[in-house]
C-alpha cells in the first residue's frame, strides 16, 4: 500500500510573543495564545519562552487547551563544541520532548550566529573549505543519531544569519550527511536565502522531517538586502507572513509533500511585530488557507 500523505497544522507563538525580540508581544499570556491557537483550529504548538519546562507542568497546560506538543527549538553549538558537550546540553531538553510526546526537536546552529544581532546578514559565518563541512556534518550525524535513539529526530533548520543559510549550504549539509539527520524546510528562510522553495523541496523531500510555513514580502527582503539591514531588522519591518499573505507558492509546496507521501507537521511560523499584524488575525488567516490546500488532497488534519 502506497504510504499517506497525513498532516497536522500546529503553530509557532512567534506570532503572539517573540523570543528574538521580547519587546514584540512580550506582555501577551501564554494562555492567551493557547486559547486562540485551538480556537482557531490548530493542533499543537511549538515551544516558546513562556512555556513551562517541567514535563507535567507542560502536559498540563496544553492538554488545558486540548494541544499537542509540535517540537522545540534548541540552540546547538556544534560548530564550536564536540559531540559529547552537546549531548550534555541537550539532556533537559530532549527529555523534556521525549516525555511530552514531541517526535522531532529543531536544532538551530547559534554558534557565530549573528540572527539575534543588530549585525547585516552579509556578516555571517561560513563554513569554507570541505574539510570543514566534512567535519562539522559528522558531529552533526552523531548528535543526530543520539537524539534518534530517545525517539526524537534532529529536524535541521536552516536559517538567516547562520552557517547553514543559502540552498547552497543546505546542499553541502545534506550531502554529508545521512538519514539520522533530518531537515526542517523553512520555505520563509529558504527564499530569504535566494532559493526556490518548490524546488529545494522537491530535490530533498525524502530528508524533510519538519516544515515550517512562513510567507514573505519580497519587497521587505529587497530593502533588506540593498540597505544591509540585519535579520532582526528584516523581521520587524516585516519581510516574514503567514502562508497566503504573500508570494510562496505554497499549493506547490503542499503538492510536493503529498508526493512525497509526507507525515508530520505543518507549522505556521511568522514572525511579525503584533502590534502591525494581530496574531489572532493572521493566525486565523495562515490556517485558512493552509488547511484548504490541505483539504483539497483529502489529507488528514
Not at 506582555?27 to 516558546?48: C, H, K, N, S, W
Not at 556578516?123 to 535513539?149: I, K
Not at 529545494?200 to 533588506?224: F, N, S, T, W
Not at 503584533?274 to 483539497?296: H, I, K, T
Request: include cysteine; hydrophobic fraction near 40%.
Amino acid at each position: 500500500m502506497t504510504p499517506a500523505f497525513e498532516v497536522r497544522i500546529g503553530i509557532n507563538p512567534i506570532s503572539w510573543s517573540n523570543d528574538d525580540l521580547p519587546s514584540l508581544g512580550g506582555e501577551t499570556p501564554l494562555d492567551v495564545a493557547l486559547a486562540e491557537g485551538a480556537q482557531i483550529g490548530y493542533r499543537g504548538f511549538e515551544l516558546g519562552n513562556k512555556f513551562p519546562r517541567e514535563a507535567a507542568a507542560l502536559r498540563a497546560v496544553l492538554e488545558r487547551h486540548g494541544l499537542a506538543l509540535v517540537s522545540g527549538w534548541y540552540s546547538g553549538r556544534l560548530a564550536e563544541r564536540d559531540v559529547d558537550a552537546e549531548i550534555a546540553a541537550v539532556g533537559p531538553h530532549l527529555r523534556l520532548l521525549a516525555e511530552c510526546g514531541a517526535k522531532v526537536m529543531v536544532y538551530g546552529e547559534v554558534a557565530d550566529s549573528i540572527q539575534g544581532t543588530r549585525a547585516p546578514l552579509y556578516q555571517r559565518p561560513r563554513l569554507v573549505r570541505a574539510t570543514q563541512w566534512r567535519e562539522y556534518a559528522e558531529r552533526v550525524t552523531a548528535f543526530a543519531r543520539y537524539t534518534l535513539d530517545h525517539g526524537v529526530c534532529l529536524a535541521y533548520h536552516h536559517h538567516m544569519g547562520a552557517y547553514v543559510e543559502t540552498p547552497a549550504d543546505v546542499e553541502r549539509l545534506l550531502e554529508n550527511t545521512d538519514d539520522a539527520m533530518g531537515l526542517l524546510f523553512d520555505t520563509g528562510h529558504m527564499t530569504f536565502a535566494g532559493g526556490d522553495p518548490v524546488d529545494m523541496l522537491g530535490k530533498y523531500v525524502q530528508r524533510v522531517c519538519h516544515v515550517h510555513c512562513k510567507d514573505v514580502r519580497p519587497e521587505v527582503i529587497a530593502l533588506a538586502r540593498n540597505r544591509d539591514w540585519s535579520f532582526l531588522e528584516a523581521v520587524i519591518n516585516g519581510a516574514f507572513t503567514v502562508p497566503g499573505d504573500g508570494t510562496v507558492d505554497f499549493r506547490g509546496v503542499v503538492e510536493t509533500l503529498r508526493r512525497a507521501a509526507y507525515r508530520g507537521w505543518l507549522v505556521v511560523e511568522a514572525e511579525q511585530d503584533p502590534v502591525v499584524a494581530p496574531a489572532y488575525r493572521y493566525a486565523e488567516l495562515g490556517y485558512r488557507y493552509l488547511s484548504r490546500l490541505v483539504r483539497n488532497g483529502s489529507a488528514a488534519l
